[in-house]
């Protein structure tokens, strides 16, 4: 029998392209090195959702099931402007995560905050209904991680 690989999905906001530079430098020095040697990259990004799938899945099923969570949060945002934000990121926190403890930056104006909070629900509850996940039972912290 065919040993199956747990699934992770994970949803996140990117900033524009031209804005990646900056970030990249600002995290590289925190990158963890495991990740690295497994030839992963420091990426900007805020995570909506990161959920495991169950490992029976079915791989081609959860990919067409992520396109439609992404038409939902899509229907959701009721047109550009209400989808638009910007974040004054003048504060440094760490949360822990397990055995680690994680490094960000955030908002702490409180709009941007309410606006990605929004959309990580929504992207949450979409999982959940078509996954079959337990996405969003944790308080969402906006926050773009350093290490």
């Not at 590289?28 to 805020?46: C, T, Y």
């Not at 396109?67 to 910007?86: C, H, L, P, T």
């Not at 969402?140 to 290490?147: D, E």
Request: proline share 4%.
């Amino acid at each position: 029998a065919e040993a199956r690989q747990r699934l992770e999905i994970m949803i996140c906001l990117l900033p524009p392209a031209g804005q990646w530079r900056q970030w990249v430098e600002l995290k590289d020095p925190f990158f963890k090195p495991s990740l690295r040697a497994k030839g992963r990259e420091p990426f900007p990004h805020i995570t909506l959702v990161q959920d495991k799938i169950a490992e029976t899945a079915d791989k081609e099923a959860v990919t067409a099931s992520l396109a439609s969570v992404i038409d939902d949060i899509r229907e959701q945002v009721k047109n550009k402007e209400a989808g638009k934000f910007e974040l004054d990121l003048s504060s440094v926190r760490s949360f822990d995560f397990g055995k680690k403890s994680v490094v960000y930056v955030t908002d702490i104006s409180g709009e941007a905050h309410d606006k990605v909070a929004d959309l990580s629900a929504i992207a949450a509850t979409s999982v959940a209904s078509r996954l079959g996940t337990k996405s969003g039972d944790e308080e969402f912290t906006l926050h773009i991680g350093l290490g």
